[in-house]
């Protein structure tokens, strides 16, 4: 299969977020899941088409689901992800716009594949 994260990703990306977790002195830990049906009781907003989007996150529980189309995209592009996602749970009213101008301020991405997604991800609120 093309797009799945090896152990080894996925090593790599719970180190990532336990150290984003402590620079941004989460109160809710976020819970890295690779498996979608954590979100099945989340109706998704017509617009949005899940499958064309980087993550999806639960604020309020700290659930994040990365999309494994990243595992073929440069890692800076699954670092920058993952930021952003911490940053949302952290910072549950800043708007998308802020959240990426912060994300991309830290982790700079060159313009890229993921750059030229419409919809960057999905943010749920219980
Ligand atoms: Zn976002």
Not at 10 to 27: A, D, P, R, S, V
Not at 52 to 72: D, F, M, Q, R, Y
Request: a positive charge; glycine letters at 0%.
């Amino acid at each position: 299969m093309k797009f799945k994260f090896s152990a080894n990703d996925k090593e790599w990306h719970q180190t990532l977020l336990n150290t984003f977790e402590n620079i941004l002195k989460m109160k809710i830990k976020p819970v890295l899941v690779y498996d979608r049906k954590h979100f099945s009781n989340y109706i998704y907003k017509e617009k949005t088409n899940p499958n064309t989007v980087w993550a999806e996150c639960i604020k309020e529980c700290g659930t994040i689901w990365l999309n494994p189309h990243l595992s073929t995209e440069p890692k800076v592009e699954t670092v920058n992800t993952l930021y952003h996602e911490c940053l949302h749970i952290k910072y549950p009213k800043m708007h998308e716009r802020e959240v990426r101008k912060l994300a991309d301020k830290m982790i700079p991405v060159e313009r890229s594949m993921v750059r030229k997604k419409k919809s960057f991800d999905i943010i749920h609120r219980h």
